[in-house]
């Protein structure tokens, strides 16, 4: 079917920049949209961002501004580019894929932001 890899998460002072990538592998191309959650401890997982296949993208409130989605020329990589970090942006970021009634995960990738 469909697999999704995050990487690029660690730890990052506040106001600094991490890129976290998600590389997609199976029937890819079936996908629409591609986007990031994050899921703090004790919180329910939220929506972070996601980009269409025609390049439109979405964002929450809270990263308006700070972070950006991007996908790669072949449409096998999706970027986040975070940058103003905050301590509130930490948590465990996972890419997501629609595909028609099916739904897609990552395992996830550690971002810690300190105060």
């Known amino acids: 079917q469909v697999q999704l890899v995050e990487s690029g998460g660690g730890l990052v002072q506040a106001g600094g920049s991490l890129r976290l990538s998600c590389v997609a592998s199976?029937?890819?191309?079936?996908?629409?949209?591609v986007g990031w959650y994050r899921q703090a401890p004790g919180k329910q997982r939220e929506f972070v961002a996601r980009?269409?296949?025609?390049?439109?993208?979405d964002y929450s409130d809270s990263v308006k501004g700070r972070f950006t989605i991007s996908r790669d020329n072949a449409k096998i990589t999706v970027y986040l580019q975070m940058n103003s970090l905050k301590p509130e942006d930490t948590g465990v970021y996972f890419c997501?894929?629609?595909?028609?009634?099916?739904?897609?995960w990552g395992q996830g990738t550690q971002v810690t932001v300190s105060s």
């Open positions: 199976g029937n890819i191309f079936s996908i629409n949209p």
């Open positions: 980009i269409f296949s025609g390049g439109w993208t």
């Open positions: 997501h894929g629609r595909g028609g009634v099916n739904e897609y």
